[in-house]
């Protein structure tokens, strides 16, 4: 979720309590009722005035939609940034990124080895939540943890060796390592394959590995573009592509309201 649409729904949702406190130190709690029965009249929609569906909220919800689709779409930044640019100009990740789906895939080629990073755009929306009313434009702004996976294979061997990490603040963090002796068991993104990793041993927590080798590993990942570039860029684009992603929603959802 961006940053600026996830500070309107704050103020939106702080505007609201407020309005329900005054509404609760004022008046009476008796006449509640009475003033919610004089109101519901004024706003509902006559049978005349429906339009597109069967429900007499449909041109209000279609209204609503058009007013965030038009506010969206004026925020919006170019379809392609200039951090994309300067990704794509590095010609080292290849990036696949089809549109409606949640997942972005880059790959690249190391030597003889074929590397696949994976992420989702819907750690964006478990992240965006806010913890309180005081939550600031800045703090608003930091970086979302995303859950990557990278897969390493090698055209003159069989296995595959899978990394899982979180990426945020400019680092990747690994979590665990593993490894497959069937290369389609480690990489392929299907039930049958899915299964079968289940009952397979992932390695150990890669916190809890011997110092000396943590690092070793790092370096090895690094040396291989997984580094403070690559994790610096995944959780920018996933907030491009999360805010590309809803504003077709807008759109697609609207253009079934009225249809």
Known sequence: MSAIRAIRQLTASSSRVLAARSVSRVVPRATIPALRSAIVPARAFSVSARRFGEGASDVALAQKLAEELQYEKEAEVDAEPDFLKAFKAQNIWQLEDIAGNDEVTLTRKFGNEN???MFSIADIQ??????????TEEEASTSYPIRCSFSITKDSAPGALTIDAICQDGSFIVDNCSYYNDKRVGT??????DWKRRGLYIGPQFDTLDITVQEEFEKFIQERGINESLALFVPEYAEHKEQKEYIEWLANVKKFIEA
């Open 115 to 117: 590397i696949r990073l």
């Open 126 to 135: 478990q992240e965006s939540e806010f913890e309180g009313e005081e939550e």
């Open 188 to 193: 392929e993104l299907t039930a049958d394959a």
